[in-house]
């Protein structure tokens, strides 16, 4: 081989794609994957260099990351810029980014986006659900809960007014049709109620969609509770039921009367005090304890029409409720796991 034939073998090499590694991963059975992107790119240029025409490498090259002006692409991350950053809780942070002009961010009801950051070199991604209406004009509100040990987290917890964070999507096979369902059962764990919000948002701003919609939010504690003041406006609706379970009761001094930090106890549903304990708009709709296979069968009954399951969670908590579900005697097809 002579020293153009080392050369042109170099500059092949050059041109190949990087496999991803692994954190690059969201783990979310997005379409499509990094590694589609990678698979697809690699055969595409294994038949280029084949033979030897480097014009069939034309739209290969991996993600780029493009300003917010372009559209929203699977493929591609945009840089979009962040507005403000609330932090709800001790850990979880309501995150609004700008979008030009009025442009809508061009998502379904439930959709989700792929959150790409870096850190310690390492270039990790993650699955979010955006909050905000799709019919929102300017922007768009990602709800982020952090963890002690999450790389993301860490990534997240570092940004401020101003900064730029890179998105990519949209993804999510769910896509909610106005009326295709008689009722909405929403079964969320925490943040899980992203997805959720969107559809609400969408079933209550249509005055032509008469879906019946019973949303169950489960949390630690009542201070807890994502987006109070929204689920209250929300349960006016006619059509719109909000519950609570809460797995913990956060006694504070102005409660119990006990003078110094609050405490902390684990609450079961025989307390019978409790209830009496919380804000007067929760009592009826609070319950204590863990969502089960009891009041999973009292959820299903209730429902005004036979009902669709949507389930976001944990992935022990979104396991426990598709067996639960299941033993309420709904089949596969009437519900879904985010």
Known sequence: MDE??????????????VEPLASQCCGSGCSPCVFDIYYRDLERWEAAQARNDRSLLTGTQPPETQGCSTELSPETFLAFHISTMEKLTADTYLVRFTLPGSRQLGLHPGQHLILRGTVDGLEIQRAYTPISPVTAEGYFDVLIKCYQTGLMSRYVESWRPGDTAFWRGPFGSFLYEPNKYGELLMLAAGTGLAPMVPILHSITDNADDETFVTLVGCFKTFEGIYL?????????????????????????????????????????????????????SYRDKTRFGRLGQGLVDELVACCRRKPFTLVCGSPTFTEDMARCLMSAGLTEDSYFLF
Do not use: M
């Not at 153009?4 to 794609?17: H, I, M, N, S, V």
């Not at 039921?241 to 902390?264: A, Y």
């Open 4 to 17: 153009r034939e080392d050369g042109d073998a170099e500059a092949w090499l050059k041109l190949k794609p």
């Open 228 to 280: 109070k003041s929204f689920f209250q406006e929300q349960a006016r609706f006619w059509n719109v039921r909000t519950f609570f379970v809460l797995s913990q009761w956060q006694k504070r001094s102005w409660l119990d009367g006990h003078q110094g930090p609050p405490r902390v106890t684990t609450a079961l549903s025989s307390q019978e005090d409790s209830p009496g304990q919380l804000p007067w």
